[in-house]
């Protein structure tokens, strides 16, 4: 079993920062690749950023690549999301998910994702 915990969300003005954090527990945290998604109001979850579990390969989606930067630190058991350069479609609920296969090359759909925290709020006004 794994345990995730997300913080760092909450209202933000266009072209501001957030910094998103996702806390692991349960599980050896440097075994899993770990992503993050998000879901807006009647839309389905969609992928955002994911890294692999030594955090050599990281992937993006192209609406936010050149903005946003997963990161992690094994030894914090806890991965980031830095979102710089916010914008109003990126209101949403952010998920943190882990993944225990541990692929090369980090899957970017959600069915693949073992573990998911609870999410966090963020959203950016215009």
């Known amino acids: 079993q794994v345990q995730l915990v997300e913080s760092g969300g909450g209202l933000v003005q266009a072209g501001g920062s957030l910094r998103l954090s996702c806390a692991a527990s349960?599980?050896?945290?440097?075994?899993?690749?770990m992503a993050w998604f998000r879901q807006a109001p009647g839309r389905e979850r969609d992928f955002v950023a994911a890294?692999?579990?030594?955090?050599?390969?990281?992937r993006y989606a192209g609406s936010v690549r050149g903005r946003f930067t997963i990161s992690r630190d094994n030894a914090k058991n806890t991965v980031y999301l830095q979102m710089n350069s916010l914008k109003p479609e990126d209101t949403a609920v952010y998920y943190c998910?882990?993944?225990?296969?541990?692929?090369?090359?980090?899957?970017?759909?959600?069915?693949?994702?073992?573990?998911w925290g609870q999410g966090t709020q963020v959203t950016v006004s215009s």
């Open positions: 349960g599980r050896t945290f440097s075994s899993l690749n």
């Open positions: 890294i692999t579990w030594v955090g050599g390969s990281t």
């Open positions: 998910a882990a993944d225990t296969a541990r692929p090369i090359v980090p899957h970017t759909t959600s069915g693949p994702y073992d573990y």
